[in-house]
Nanobody, 124 residues
Framework: QVQLVESGGGLVQAGGSLRLSCVAS????????MGWFRQAPGKEREFVAGISWSGGSTYYADSVKGRFTISRDNAKNTVYLQMNSLKPEDTAVYYC?????????????????WGQGTQVTVSS
């Protein structure tokens, strides 16, 4: 059993920044690859960013590349998503997820555990 709890969402104007955090508990965190996904109402879940268990590999959706940065601090059992230059189209519920893999995957089915989600709203 792994529990993931996101925080840091909120309302921000276009061009602003937010930093999302996801704290894991229950099992060893360092051997899990982590990912961030987002979902807007009526749309499919979308991969945003992923990071390997060691932190040595990262992977970003083209829509956020250059604006978002994923990182992890295994000592704190925490993964972060730094979001800069936010756009209205970034508005969604953001979820963190954990996968028992060493690499990075953009496929939701690979991930075993999910957080409750945190709302990010970007106004224009």
């Amino acid at each position: 059993q792994v529990q993931l709890v996101e925080s840091g969402g909120g309302l921000v104007q276009a061009g602003g920044s937010l930093r999302l955090s996801c704290v894991a508990s229950g099992r060893t965190f360092s051997n899990y690859a982590m990912g961030w996904f987002r979902q807007a109402p009526g749309k499919e879940r979308e991969f945003v960013a992923g990071i390997s268990w060691s932190g040595g590999s990262t992977y970003y959706a083209d829509s956020v590349k250059g604006r978002f940065t994923i990182s992890r601090d295994n000592a704190k059992n925490t993964v972060y998503l730094q979001m800069n230059s936010l756009k209205p189209e970034d508005t969604a519920v953001y979820y963190c997820a954990a996968a028992r893999i060493y690499s990075v995957s953009s496929r939701p089915g690979v991930y075993d555990y999910w957080g409750q989600g945190t709302q990010v709203t970007v106004s224009s």
